[in-house]
């Protein structure tokens, strides 16, 4: 990434404006977190209800320290997973405002491990609140010019290339819990090694419900795609079938896969689930999260 456009994003967030910048995981759209009136715009860009909290990016433990009271349940899953795919939920401390976190005391807080991300955060000097770079309800952007299509050309965009990961961090709540708040590519099994039995969580994370990932065209979930698809074809119907890949791949490419099919104006998509261990079971959340029916 160019010294130029870091420091031009950095000056961006200094006047209060929004940046987008890439993450392992998916493209957030960032403000600086300490500036109220900045936080706000994220809320009215992305028309998200102003309750659900944001996760804040920080560049290192240490500096997460200063946001939040870290347990040593805490510690232990930072020291193993930070920089990383991995959102904490802690009691926040006071550095942290209620605009960040929805009214909560406690506060989503990560350390991402793109290069472009620890750049622009070290040379900030101060935690970037972003939530993924999408209209409220929409996939997630995993590559810059997603982040176009969803807000136009007036937002500054860093260009990171395609994320590496491709779905959302991993959320662990240690303010109750310990339970998972969203799966993602740290695994329940790394985490359970590392902390012990989990709790099955009572609350989801607020916009982490239902119909959250949702293309515009109907997708329905099949492990007899090719079956399926032959069967609705002969019925007159287009369809578009995404199969189930080498896990790593199929999280990599799902949201870049959907959103091209997306624009192709099929009548349905059929996707195969992946088999539910490991990385499979943040793939499929997301395709159950992207075929739950609209309201
Ligand atoms: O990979 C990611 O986590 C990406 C990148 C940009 O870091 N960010 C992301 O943010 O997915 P967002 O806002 O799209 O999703 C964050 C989730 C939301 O469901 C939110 O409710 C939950 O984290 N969350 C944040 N703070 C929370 C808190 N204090 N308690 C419970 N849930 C929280
Ligand atoms: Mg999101």
Request: hydrophobic letters at 40%.
């Amino acid at each position: 990434m160019s010294p130029t456009n870091i420091k031009k994003a950095c000056s961006l967030l200094n006047e209060g404006k929004l940046v987008a910048f890439p993450t392992e995981t998916v493209y957030g759209l960032g403000a600086d977190a300490s500036n109220s009136s900045a936080v706000q715009k994220i809320f009215e860009l992305k028309r998200r209800p102003t309750d659900h909290p944001l996760i804040l990016h920080v560049s290192s433990l240490e500096d997460a320290m200063r946001h939040a009271y870290f347990s040593e349940k805490a510690i232990i899953l930072a020291e193993q997973f930070w920089p990383g795919p991995l959102t904490l939920i802690l009691e926040k401390t006071n550095l942290v405002s209620y605009d960040v976190t929805g009214g909560k005391e406690s506060v989503g807080i990560r350390v991402p491990s793109h290069p472009v991300a620890q750049e622009l955060l070290s040379i900030f000097g101060k935690s970037i609140a972003a939530p993924s770079a999408n209209r409220f309800g929409r996939i997630s952007p995993t590559e810059a010019k997603h982040v176009q299509q969803e807000f136009g050309s007036s937002l500054f965009i860093l260009d990171g290339g395609a994320c590496n990961i491709g779905l959302e961090s991993t959320i662990v709540d240690l303010f109750n819990g310990p339970s998972i708040l969203r799966p993602g590519a740290i695994t329940e099994e790394q985490v359970s090694s590392l902390l012990g039995p989990l709790v099955s969580s009572t609350t989801p994370a607020p916009g982490t419900l239902e119909s959250h990932y949702a293309p515009e065209t109907k997708i329905v979930l099949s492990r007899e795609p090719l079956l399926l698809a032959s069967t609705l074809k002969q019925k007159g119907l287009s369809v578009a079938i995404i199969p189930a890949l080498e896990p790593n791949t199929h999280a990599q490419k799902l949201y870049h896969i959907l959103r091209e099919l997306d624009s192709q104006e099929h009548d349905l998509i059929i996707a195969e689930p992946a088999q539910a261990i490991g990385l499979g079971i943040a793939i499929n959340d997301r395709l159950t999260k992207a075929a739950a029916p609209k309201d």
